[in-house]
């Protein structure tokens, strides 16, 4: 008969088992706290700060400088009573068009009394040959300024053709664009000069008749004033009947399509600012943005004192407009308009955003982000536009800098980087 066998463990094995259980029980406390404390250690670490971040990148740069400014008839005429008498009510309403020597504006009943005695009789016969010398004088300059204007259109047309075959810098080309809308403009002032000089010569030979014995004074006729000019109607000074001296202002035309802009800038800033730089408009309640040609800074500034009561020398700018009428045909008289001159401009310039520098004592810093973290770096930097700013020294294209870091941010701090179109 067999003896039954029966599992049985060899003493040095199970001595073996009983130690190791013993060290891991020993061994298990310092692991769990271990891993306790390395879970407070993360906890209390600080957490990466949200920085919005952008790169620095090469592309246009243009310096401006903004300021309010209003729009403006460039050529009107104040219609004033050549002689003392009754004026007719006026029935003309601001906006009314008129045309050149046919729109009879104002009515004047003089009842005689603008007879003339013999010396003014001969001072109103001066008039009129001053004033007949004058519209020749406006002629010709008319002639010179129309045939100066048609050459310099064509030659910016040439010029056109060569900017766009890349043979003609873009100042060249600037200088051709400004050369052609100025003398552009002059031919229209000549125009405007023409009209007006031959209004003048009408009213002093209307003048010279009446103011004789036989002449249409002496017989009671009224006298009628016409439009100088072909426009609209700007401001009517005197509407009602009533009796009026010589040299009282009526009405105010001029026409409302030929506008320009005066621009008030600061002294120091209108130094910057030369003939024909370029000027974009805004806020003028378009859609889109008017371009325009500054034509002359005027030599005396004036003070005036700003909201915050502080004293400032300020000076007017001229700007023409060099967009077609059709893109500001609802623009007006004394119309309220957003300004950016431009003083300088650059291509393929190194730059960033301008939230992103900062300034301590006489350097320029930045962030500049390397992996996860803001590190400072000292630059040097160039010109402005307010928005954006040349970069001369410290970075490189294509860096990562944090915008607007704040003063939680310091260097070596973790950031969590948030792009941003820029």
Do not use: C, H
């Not at 010396?119 to 002629?139: D, F, Y």
């Not at 004789?212 to 072909?230: D, K, T, Y």
């Not at 630059?379 to 944090?402: A, C, D, F």
């Amino acid at each position: 008969m067999k003896a039954s066998s029966s599992s049985r463990v060899e003493p040095g094995v199970k001595n073996k088992k009983s130690s190791e259980a013993r060290r891991w029980s020993r061994w298990l406390p310092w692991i769990v706290g271990s891993g306790l404390l390395a879970l407070i250690v993360v906890g209390l670490l600080p957490k990466p700060l949200p920085a919005e971040i952008a790169v620095v990148a090469r592309g246009d740069l243009r310096v401006t400088v903004n300021e309010e400014g209003m729009t403006r008839v460039k050529n009107r005429y104040v219609i004033a009573s050549p002689v003392a008498g009754q004026l007719r009510r006026i029935d003309w309403k601001p906006g009314a068009v008129v045309e050149a020597g046919k729109t009879v504006l104002a009515v004047l009943e003089s009842g005689g009394a603008d007879i003339l005695d013999a010396r003014s009789l001969v001072q109103a016969e001066a008039r009129v040959r001053a004033a007949e010398a004058a519209v020749a004088q406006a002629l010709a300059q008319r002639a010179r300024a129309v045939a100066n204007a048609n050459l310099q259109r064509e030659d910016f047309a040439r010029q056109k053709q060569l900017f766009a075959s890349g043979a003609l810098s873009r100042q060249e080309f600037d200088a051709a664009e400004t050369r052609a809308t100025t003398t552009a403009q002059e031919a229209r002032a000549a125009e405007f000069a023409g009209q007006i000089a031959e209004f003048e010569a009408a009213q002093a030979r209307a003048l010279l008749l009446r103011g004789q014995p036989a002449g249409a004074g002496a017989r009671g006729e009224p006298l009628v004033i016409l439009s100088p000019v072909s426009g609209r109607v700007l401001r009517v000074m005197q509407e009602s009947e009533r009796l009026v001296p010589a040299g009282f202002p009526l009405l105010e035309v001029g026409d409302p399509t030929d506008l320009e802009a005066r621009i008030e800038v600061l002294s120091r800033d209108g130094v910057a600012i030369q003939p024909g730089a370029r000027v974009q408009l805004e806020q003028w309640g378009g859609p889109v943005a008017l371009n325009a040609r500054v034509r002359v800074v005027e030599p005396s500034a004036f003070t005036k004192v700003s909201a915050l009561g502080v004293e400032e020398q300020r000076v007017y700018v001229i700007v023409d407009f060099t967009d077609p009428l059709e893109v500001r045909r609802s623009l007006g008289d004394n119309y309220r308009v957003e300004a950016r001159i431009e003083t300088w401009s650059g291509q393929n310039i190194l730059k960033v955003p301008s939230g992103a520098l900062f300034q301590r004592g006489a350097q320029w810093q930045t962030y500049v982000v390397e992996g996860k973290r803001a590190v400072l770096r000292t630059v040097r930097v160039g010109r402005s536009s307010g928005r954006e700013t040349e970069i001369l020294e410290g970075l490189t294209e294509g860096q990562n800098v944090v915008i607007y870091p704040g003063d939680q941010i310091a260097d070596g701090s973790r950031i969590k980087p948030i792009v941003v179109a820029y």
